[in-house]
């Protein structure tokens, strides 16, 4: 009789975890999509930072697309977001995120808010996040987004993100997530002495190489990462 009450609790806790489990998948019905996304297209890609890798688990990324993408939130590609911008590719973000070298007490600067995707992913990983969006109308959508999830730590701003934000500079970090001509002076000088700055920076060939520059006695050296393919920069204001 003991046996049988024995298999019983057992039983009972296994029928319990089960129901728990199912129960947090139907509250977050993409994670299995996430998970995989983690290990496929990130880690199996070199990515071994576990701040980062951490980061990239916990971020909804279905929470930044349009509802008409959401059924394509974790496949590898970027995704449109409207007004001609779009959500980087999750590699992409990982790869640029892990290439800053982040510590928990870091301030970073993030040039391109977009959906709020990149910031977020920042966030989980820093103390301070300040992102500039130069199209009015993503800045308001994305600080909505971004109080709503509970991101304290991120402040957005409509504004030219090439000019910086110079009340909170210095930087630890400095992330352009459009792609550029060259780093403009108005964000080196804003970087801190050793810190990292990473842009797509334009090329001949009618596409962009990831950039990083480290600043060393206020100078940037500068290292090609990969190459890739962004947005271009917009210059002016647009609602």
Same mark, same amino acid.
């Given at each position: 009789?003991?046996?049988?009450?024995?298999?019983?609790?057992?039983?009972?806790?296994?029928?319990?975890?089960?129901?728990?489990?199912?129960?947090?998948?139907?509250?977050?019905?993409?994670?299995?999509?996430?998970?995989?996304?983690?290990?496929?297209?990130?880690?199996?890609?070199?990515?071994?930072?576990?701040?980062?890798?951490?980061?990239?688990?916990?971020?909804?990324?279905?929470?930044?697309?349009?509802?008409?993408?959401?059924?394509?939130?974790?496949?590898?590609?970027?995704?449109?977001?409207?007004?001609?911008?779009?959500?980087?590719?999750?590699?992409?973000?990982?790869?640029?995120?892990?290439?800053?070298?982040? &510590?928990?007490?870091?301030?970073?600067?993030? %040039?391109?808010?977009?959906? @709020? +995707? =990149?910031?977020? /992913? !920042?966030?989980?990983?820093?103390?301070?996040?300040?992102?500039?969006?130069?199209?009015?109308?993503?800045?308001?959508?994305?600080?909505?987004?971004?109080?709503?999830?509970?991101?304290?730590?991120?402040?957005?701003?409509?504004?030219?993100?090439?000019?910086?934000?110079?009340?909170?500079?210095?930087?630890?970090?400095?992330?352009?997530?459009?792609?550029?001509?060259?780093?403009?002076?108005?964000?080196?000088?804003?970087?801190? &002495?050793?810190?990292?700055?990473?842009?797509? %920076?334009?090329?001949?060939? @009618? +596409? =962009?190489?990831? /950039? !990083?520059?480290?600043?060393?006695?206020?100078?940037?050296?500068?290292?090609?990462?990969?190459?890739?393919?962004?947005?271009?920069?917009?210059?002016?204001?647009?609602?």
């Amino acid at each position: 009789m003991s046996i049988l009450k024995n298999w019983i609790r057992v039983f009972s806790f296994i029928i319990s975890i089960i129901f728990f489990l199912n129960l947090y998948s139907q509250q977050d019905p993409f994670l299995k999509e996430r998970e995989k996304m983690v290990k496929e297209q990130i880690i199996n890609r070199g990515i071994t930072d576990p701040k980062v890798i951490r980061a990239m688990l916990k971020v909804k990324r279905e929470e930044f697309v349009p509802k008409i993408w959401q059924k394509f939130a974790y496949s590898d590609t970027p995704l449109p977001i409207g007004k001609g911008q779009t959500i980087s590719q999750p590699f992409m973000v990982a790869l640029m995120t892990s290439l800053l070298e982040l &510590e928990p007490d870091d301030k970073v600067l993030e %040039i391109g808010t977009g959906s @709020g +995707y =990149q910031a977020a /992913v !920042l966030a989980e990983i820093v103390k301070e996040v300040y992102t500039i969006e130069i199209i009015k109308s993503l800045a308001e959508s994305a600080q909505e987004r971004l109080k709503r999830l509970g991101y304290k730590n991120i402040k957005v701003k409509w504004d030219n993100g090439l000019l910086g934000w110079r009340e909170f500079s210095p930087f630890d970090a400095i992330i352009i997530t459009c792609a550029v001509e060259d780093f403009p002076p108005q964000l080196i000088e804003q970087l801190k &002495e050793g810190g990292r700055i990473l842009a797509p %920076i334009n090329n001949k060939k @009618g +596409y =962009q190489d990831l /950039v !990083l520059g480290i600043k060393r006695e206020g100078k940037l050296i500068k290292k090609k990462i990969i190459p890739c393919r962004f947005v271009p920069v917009t210059h002016k204001l647009r609602e």
